[in-house]
């Protein structure tokens, strides 16, 4: 089973620069990579501290080569 796709997160980054929450702008239309994309963020991106709430949106590309 080959999946590619580009997923695009609204992501809120809480002031410590941690992720607070995800949101789905643009499905790359397999519900695996679009979950995988949201968890896979929540668990492991992080920023510097800024001391206030920031919203971003990111794209997350997925291609086999």
């Known amino acids: 089973r080959r ?3 580009r997923v695009v ?3 809120e980054i809480g002031p ?3 992720v607070t929450s ?3 702008v643009e499905s790359s239309g ?5 979950d995988a994309a949201s968890s896979f963020i ?3 991106w992080r920023f510097a501290p800024t001391g206030s ?3 971003r949106r990111v794209p997350v ?4 080569e």
Do not use: C, K, N, Y
């Open 61 to 64: 590309v997925f291609r086999l």
């Open 42 to 44: 929540a668990a492991h």
């Open 53 to 55: 709430t920031l919203r």
């Open 30 to 34: 397999h519900r695996l990579l679009d």
């Open 16 to 18: 410590a620069g941690r």
């Open 9 to 11: 997160l609204e992501i």
């Open 22 to 24: 995800s949101r789905i």
């Open 3 to 5: 999946l590619d796709g």
